[in-house]
């Protein structure tokens, strides 16, 4: 049996938070494995269209559809999504593995199978002892017991809000490299402000400011349309002159 | 109902819970311990010792509820817990019935340990056995419930955990001034107000059973029939339960 490939679309999504414009008409579709880098400056409205997604919050009108399926129906998207939205924290008063098991325990994931993805994500992340309790963790620690909160899953569709952040250079290089792995495999959806990081993980952007949509398409292209340079300097100035041109 | 994220749910608030739970049993033994001897000391009636530990359960029950249960539907709302908790495939209305049921059951072992160390005291004392305290426990956790409920509602509207412990400790410590002042002064009987009708838990293995109406008492001036209570207390718990179902799915985290 083909398995169908993973499937993001947006239409017209509009969100208004306290009056304000958050999203304007947001559209774009992502299909298929590969890791789409989703840029904007700070208050763009990136983090709302990934809350959208995963039904933090409800949009005032548009559609999220997740593998076809409408986002409101989020018992039903959600099997097919894990996600880092925003800074999110475990509950300090459980130990990391009472967490993960507790992740485990929401998504259905049977007890040899979650004990077996505890153990690998132990490894891949080195993530320091399991009995130890979340609340006593560093920033830098809490930030990879929530990044193997997301992978436990193991969904064909990953969010991921800035997932580096808070961590030092060794933890974010790890943490690409598996990025680097699963992107043969997942789609995900990568909101980052690091050009860098964008620039060595992505295959396809899509540029977000003041909520709205202002550029897309595959990372040469725009760096061969919009920038002038090569490599992070080429996308860095690639994103200034869309932005820039935005606010103009 | 998802079960396996309902028992993902449940253990995790009964985990949590479970130091406080302890604390209030043993709490509990030495309050009675500590009333019982005082009871000895005042030379209480077998009537005013039952009146009086009917009180001291109903107020417990206010105290251990709202303790247990503040946080349930704010947690994830005023943390950044939610972020990743809220965005499993999983029900709302099933997290937030798995956080209440797991506040319920964590009440049951205080409750029973108040009931037993009271009733062997009595016992002891008086050599009385009473024949209504099943009723009367009966009526203690229909009170837990609906207290629990009506914590968890006003905890799913609320933007802080302090806004439901403040609320619960008000209703719990101030209730006999609301019964003074609506019962004695104004002459009105509070059928409004859920810690009324946890009065039935005192009133129901107090010898005699006390009159509706108690004139000569300021603060206990109307006490709750039990048909009377019961209804209070059931329609506290669908109200609040519903404005917690309502709430905890609707919420944004913004």
Redesign the interface.
């Known amino acids: 049996m083909v398995k169908n490939l993973p499937e993001i679309k947006l239409t017209g999504l509009t969100k208004k938070?306290s009056k304000n414009n958050i999203l304007e008409n947001v559209s774009f579709e992502i299909k298929g494995y590969g890791i789409t880098g989703y840029l904007g400056p700070n208050g763009a409205g990136k983090t709302t269209t990934l809350?959208i997604l995963?039904?933090?919050?409800?949009p005032d009108s548009g559609q999220a559809l997740i593998n076809g399926i409408d986002s409101r129906d989020?018992?039903?998207?959600?099997?097919y999504?894990s996600?880092?939205?925003?800074?999110?924290?475990?509950?300090p008063?459980?130990t990391v593995k009472?967490f993960l098991?507790?992740?485990?325990?929401?998504?259905?994931v049977k007890k040899d199978i979650l004990d077996s993805r505890i153990n690998s994500l132990k490894k891949e992340l080195s993530l320091e002892d399991l009995n130890r309790k979340c609340g006593e963790l560093s920033k830098g620690n809490k930030q990879r017991v929530?990044i193997a909160?997301?992978l436990l899953p193991d969904t064909d569709i990953i969010l991921l809000d800035e997932p580096t952040s808070g961590l030092d250079p060794a933890e974010s290089h790890d943490i690409k490299e598996l990025l680097k792995k699963l992107k043969k495999r997942k789609l995900i959806l990568l909101s980052s402000h690091l050009m860098d990081e964008v620039k060595e993980l992505c295959n396809y952007l899509i540029l977000i400011d003041k909520g709205k949509i202002i550029a897309t398409g595959p990372i040469k292209q725009i760096i061969k349309k919009f920038g002038k340079g090569r490599g992070e300097k080429g996308l860095e100035s690639a994103y200034l002159n869309i932005v820039g041109r935005n606010h103009g | 109902m998802?079960k396996?994220?309902f028992?993902?749910?449940f253990?995790?608030q009964f985990?949590?819970g479970k130091s406080a739970m302890t604390a209030f049993s043993l709490l509990s033994v030495i309050i009675i311990t500590l009333f019982s001897f005082l009871s000895v000391k005042a030379a209480f009636d077998s009537s005013e010792f039952f009146e009086s530990l009917g009180l001291i359960i109903w107020l417990m029950i206010g105290l251990a509820a709202t303790n247990l249960s503040a946080d349930v539907g704010v947690m994830d709302f005023s943390?950044?817990?939610?972020?990743?908790?809220?965005?499993?495939?999983?029900?709302r209305k099933t997290i937030i019935t798995a956080r209440l049921l797991a506040c319920f059951s964590l009440m049951l072992l205080p409750l029973l340990i108040l009931y037993l160390s009271g009733f062997l005291s009595g016992f002891a004392l008086y050599r009385m056995y009473m024949p209504d305290a099943l009723l009367s426990l009966g009526f203690a956790f229909l009170y837990a419930l609906s207290f629990i409920s009506f914590i968890v509602g006003v905890s799913s509207s609320s933007k802080e955990k302090s806004t439901p412990l403040s609320t619960g400790l008000t209703f719990s410590l101030l209730a006999v001034f609301v019964f003074a002042v609506f019962g004695k002064f104004i002459g009105i009987e509070p059928w409004f107000f859920l810690p009324y009708a946890g009065l039935i838990i005192s009133s129901t293995i107090t010898v005699p059973h006390p009159l509706h109406v108690n004139p000569g008492n300021y603060f206990f001036y109307y006490m709750p029939y039990a048909y009377e209570a019961a209804i209070i207390m059931l329609v506290y718990t669908a109200i609040f339960i519903s404005i917690a179902f309502f709430n905890y799915s609707r919420r944004?985290?913004?």
């Open positions: 938070i809350k995963t039904n933090l919050i409800r989020y018992k039903k998207t959600l099997r999504v996600a880092l939205v925003d800074v999110p924290e475990p509950y008063d459980m009472e098991s507790f992740i485990g325990g929401l998504r259905g929530v909160a997301v | 998802d396996t994220a028992l993902a749910v253990y995790s985990r949590r943390g950044r817990t939610g972020l990743l908790v809220l965005s499993q495939p999983v029900d944004e985290v913004i």
